[in-house]
Nanobody
């Protein structure tokens, strides 16, 4: 079993920054992909960014150049540094851990960007 605990969400003005953290515990495996997804009201959950245990990253076009994903393998923690935030970034952000063949989700953390 895997547990994911997210932190760092909140309310910020447009143009501001936030840093999300997600700590994983349990049977996380040595080869996995950790990532962040988000879901705005009335919309489907969408990928924000992922990072493999080897450090390969992938970003949604909408966040490229503004968000940076990183991880600390020793701490089983993934981070999402979000800069130049826009009101359209408002959503619940979910941490995800994929270790084949399973996927796990955190409880979500709210990010609200005011205009």
């Amino acid at each position: 079993q895997v547990q994911l605990v997210e932190s760092g969400g909140g309310l910020v003005q447009a143009g501001g920054s936030l840093r999300l953290s997600c700590a994983a515990s349990g049977n996380t495996g040595s080869i996995n992909v950790m990532g962040w997804y988000r879901q705005a009201p009335g919309k489907q959950r969408e990928l924000v960014a992922t990072i493999s245990s080897g450090g390969n990253t992938n970003y949604a076009n909408s966040v490229k150049g503004r968000f940076t994903i990183s991880r600390d393998n020793a701490k089983n923690t993934v981070y999402l540094q979000m800069n130049s935030l826009k009101p359209e970034d408002t959503a619940v952000y979910y941490c995800n851990l994929a270790v084949a063949p399973f996927g796990y989700w955190g409880q979500g953390t709210q990010v609200t960007v005011s205009s």
